[in-house]
């Protein structure tokens, strides 16, 4: 009896346990695409910013030398 109690115990808390593993593990991935998604549309503005400064940059020195 008392290696029953033991293992439904184990079995219980396995059935609880790994769906909720499982889940967390799941979240946690979304999260992380979601995040690369997000860095790599900043990190792409921030490129196209950085272009159309070096643009305008070259303008001003140009207008300067005349």
Known sequence: ???????S????NGALIIPLFLWNRAESRNDYRHMETYVKATLDAIKEEMK?????????????RK
């Open 52 to 64: 159309d400064f070096h643009g305008r940059l070259c303008i001003i020195e140009e207008r300067n």
């Open 1 to 7: 009896m008392d290696w029953l109690q033991t293992l």
């Open 9 to 12: 115990l184990i079995v219980g």
